[in-house]
């Protein structure tokens, strides 16, 4: 069924880059919006990104505003977050979702589904 999987975490030294991928699958639909989440440990998960499918219209949380970069790769159904400029706070555990097309709504955390299981970004 759905299928949401995070990958191309890792290390990087600070003001570095790193680029994740979310593989999507399973939906059977156009998705209304995609997002990118983030949780560090002891903190709430807080909004990254997140991509209007339909118009590719963005939206960025003030502070990756600049540095971050939300794509999608329609042919092969991948959403992309290319991260420039890396600093030591951006260290978390990163998540992908998505909104179906039923909701409409691209702003509630509450709103967005199927979040994959993450993959670690750590900047030093």
């Known amino acids: 069924q759905v299928q949401l999987v995070e990958s191309g975490g890792g290390s990087a030294r600070t003001g570095g880059s790193l680029r994740l991928s979310c593989g999507v699958s399973g939906l059977g639909y156009r998705p209304y919006c995609m997002g990118w989440f983030r949780q560090a440990p002891g903190k709430g998960r807080e909004g990254v990104a997140a991509m209007l499918i339909g118009s590719g219209s963005t939206y960025y949380a003030d502070s990756i505003k600049g540095r971050f970069t939300i794509s999608q790769d329609k042919a092969k159904n991948i959403l992309y977050l290319q991260m420039n400029g890396l600093k030591p706070e951006d260290t978390a555990m990163y998540y992908c979702?998505?909104?179906?097309?039923?909701?409409?709504?691209?702003?509630?955390?509450?709103?967005?589904?199927?979040w994959g299981q993450g993959t670690q970004v750590t900047v030093s």
């Open positions: 979702a998505h909104v179906p097309r039923w909701i409409n709504n691209c702003h509630l955390q509450t709103d967005f589904r199927n």
